[in-house]
């Protein structure tokens, strides 16, 4: 072939263009070292970068089989430059090690003495490391683990923690997988399974799984491998009660081992369900209820929705590293760079399957994905052209243009359970009076909250307008339809996490649709084209139509 270099190497990023007739197996090949860039037509573009190498070098793939798979599935030849450059990239990884010596306690030992002279002499360390013990090695304190991590990452040479964990205080956990209290015989998925041992031979790190595939289950028999004392943290409180009704339906733990620690609760027990929102909240200043992480003796640490952590949670983390962590999310990406954070400190990426893997197993549904692009009139258009740049999304995002195409796609799909999400809450009342709706956002009480998602569970409702907290954590199994108006601008994890609310499996094996309702000409169509590159890595096509074809003629008019 002729054309290239199919490899652009800028900023220590590498764009790698794909053109190959088995997409599936391409992007299967690639997506353990690479992240999907953009994808037009049947040429993909894909980002290399060094924690995509490194976090493949984690997770027990090596440099030799990356090469094969950027030679095997490339547009044009690689240059041996390049391809030389991410084997040396991903043979950074662990040639420093933190580890635990008989004599001296935690140690930053080198596999290759002149990268350990190299990074002793950093000011980035300074404070981090103890004296010298030989050549290889130097006295490192417990409680700079973490931080160091971080640093050498920075550094570019991410240390492997092989130092260990503590047990915590053990307590027993079982999976009732005979069922309890009446309830079906079940078992582990083999996915499952898979990244409980991955996890647990790692020690501490992320599991990646869809929305859907039962993230739950993995944390119950993670812990139930621990059989210690855990504190799960969570999203939001309706989160944390979903935990709770599954770890009592599925492990042989009761209700009076498990407590709720929340806006509405404070109990410690043997696990423990705390929401981010209270550990991160400040009285005169002070994170008072950060203490949590030291009030019992804990053996596990579960991050729901690690992709979410807050930067507090981020910097007790880094003092937390002999426990074990479990990280559990169904995309690692991050729009503030933290990635490397979560690579550090919770631990690198130990068990990610492909969205259609899991699909075509029947564990969760097809899914087709459509944008549906609508004309702005002359006068939403020209206030529009004349807006301040910052202003730009909200007023094409918002457009009650919008308004007719949503009720028409609901017309489309009668009967079906379907959410209308967005993230803006004026343009979320406007759709819930205009489809006579209720409306879920982060006022909405969480007894509210319940009463409605329990009405939608039994079909009492059949449509809910529901705001950013819809996002995340929400089990609505019923739910086959999504209807998106507006996002967090170009946010990747986000159209995952709202794709992920309508893939639990149906009971009659029908498909899911997932709507993004997108205004053309305007920054909305970019945000949207960007907001769709995760899930167009794990194989989701986006096909686009025109608002007419969904409205019919005449086109409707809103006053």
């Not at 430059?81 to 662990?94: K, P, S």
């Not at 043997?270 to 002070?286: C, E, F, K, N």
């Not at 690198?348 to 549906?372: F, H, L, T």
């Amino acid at each position: 072939m002729s054309g290239g270099p199919l490899i652009v190497q800028s900023d220590k990023t590498l764009l790698l263009e794909i053109d190959h007739p088995d997409a599936q197996s391409c992007r299967m090949a690639i997506a353990p070292f690479a992240e999907l860039e953009r994808s037009p037509e049947h040429v993909h573009t894909y980002r290399l970068t060094p924690l995509g190498l490194w976090n493949a070098r984690a997770a027990g793939h090596d440099a030799e089989g990356v090469v094969d798979a950027l030679i095997k599935y490339s547009r044009y030849p690689v240059p041996h430059a390049l391809l030389v450059d991410v084997a040396e990239t991903m043979d950074r990884y662990g040639r420093l090690q933190l580890a635990n010596d008989p004599a001296h306690g935690l140690v930053l030992r080198a596999l290759d003495r002149v990268v350990l002279v190299e990074v002793a002499k950093s000011k980035k360390l300074a404070g981090m490391l103890g004296n010298r013990i030989d050549d290889d090695t130097i006295a490192v304190h417990p409680s700079e683990r973490g931080r160091l991590k971080q640093a050498l990452l920075k550094l570019g040479w991410p240390a492997e923690d092989l130092a260990g964990y503590v047990d915590g205080e053990a307590h027993p956990i079982e999976l009732a997988e005979a069922g309890k209290d009446g309830g079906k015989p079940w078992t582990l998925r083999s996915y499952q399974r898979e990244a409980v041992e991955a996890f647990w031979a790692g020690g501490s790190g992320v599991v990646v799984l869809p929305c859907g595939a039962g993230k739950t289950l993995v944390g119950a028999a993670a812990m139930a491998e621990a059989k210690a004392t855990t504190l799960i943290l969570v999203t939001n409180t309706v989160a944390g009660r979903q935990w709770k009704r599954e770890l009592i339906a599925r492990t042989s733990l009761t209700e009076e081992e498990i407590g709720e620690y929340s806006g509405e609760r404070k109990e410690i027990r043997p696990v423990t369900i705390a929401t981010y929102q209270v550990l991160t909240s400040r009285r005169g200043g002070a994170f008072t209820h950060l203490d949590l992480f030291g009030a019992r003796d804990w053996g596990l640490v579960v991050y729901d929705e690690v992709h979410l952590l807050p930067a507090p949670i981020f910097r007790f983390t880094a003092d937390l590293q002999a426990r074990r962590r479990l990280g559990l999310t169904a995309t690692l990406v991050r729009e503030d760079g933290r990635e490397g954070d979560v690579f550090s400190l919770i631990g690198p990426k130990r068990y990610d399957a492909p969205w259609k893997d899991i699909e075509s197993q029947g564990w969760i549904a097809p899914a087709e994905c459509v944008e549906v692009r609508v004309t702005l009139t002359d006068a939403e258009r020209m206030a529009y052209a004349t807006a301040e740049a910052e202003e730009r999304y909200r007023m094409a995002a918002t457009a009650r243009t919008k308004l007719p195409v949503v009720r028409a796609l609901l017309d489309r799909h009668p009967g079906e359970q379907t959410l209308v999400i967005g993230a803006y809450i004026d343009q979320l009342h406007q759709l819930g009076e205009y489809l006579d709706a209720p409306i879920v956002q982060g006022s909405t009480t969480n007894k509210e909250r319940e009463r409605l998602f329990d009405a939608f569970r039994t079909g009492e409702i059949r449509t809910l307008v529901i705001s950013k907290v819809g996002n995340f954590s929400i089990d609505l199994p019923e739910a086959a339809v999504a209807i998106q108006v507006s996002g967090t601008f170009g946010s990747r994890q986000e159209e995952a996490q709202r794709l992920g609310r309508v893939l639990r499996p149906k009971a009659d094996g029908r498909q899911a649709h997932f709507y993004s309702v997108v205004s053309r000409d305007t920054i909305d169509t970019e945000y949207a084209a960007h907001r769709q590159r995760f899930l167009a890595e794990q194989g989701y096509a986006y096909t686009i139509v025109d608002a007419d074809d969904v409205l019919g003629p005449p086109l409707p008019t809103v006053d």
